[in-house]
């Protein structure tokens, strides 16, 4: 189960139920090995540094069901021109997805027309991942991830 066209729009409704239309706001949504999508916002605060990334609700969701994140997507509304814009995962969601494998699929601006977006393996995202130095020379499975 792959990234497509529903989920970027799952994120998209997510983000118009949360914040109205001349505001600023991101919304996430991730596709589980089941099927099921979930979606999730980010928990703004005065005090930034306790504050989470879109994805994080989804993904600690997800967790919490024992269901494979397969596709993940964070879109952010322009405050000047509201058009939605894909947002690659940040390097602490990068982390987070490894949990899941290198497999999962990540939304990403396409280079070529940033308006719109490319899906991507997270790890051609992030080719240089730390943790294969501690698991043998392969990446990390779920179980290494959790012990």
């Excluded at 914040?19 to 099921?36: F, Q």
Aim: with cysteine; glycine share 8%; charged share 25%.
């Amino acid at each position: 189960m792959t990234l497509d066209q529903e989920l970027v729009d799952a994120a998209i409704a997510q983000l118009n139920r949360r914040w109205p239309p001349e505001e600023p706001g991101g919304a996430a949504a991730v596709r589980l090995d089941d099927g099921r999508i979930l979606t999730s916002v980010g928990f703004d605060n005065i005090h930034a540094s306790v504050t989470l990334c879109q994805e994080t609700g989804a993904y600690c969701q997800a967790y919490t069901l024992d269901r494979a994140v397969t596709a993940s997507v964070c879109v952010f509304r322009d405050p000047e021109d509201g058009r939605h814009v894909i947002l690659p995962p940040c390097g602490v969601c990068q982390e987070r997805l490894a949990l899941w494998g290198p497999d999962v699929e990540v939304g990403v601006p396409d280079p070529e027309d940033p308006t719109r977006w490319i899906a991507r393996r997270l790890e051609e995202v992030n080719p240089y991942y730390w943790a294969p130095h501690f698991a043998g020379g392969v990446w990390p499975s779920t179980k290494q991830h959790s012990e």
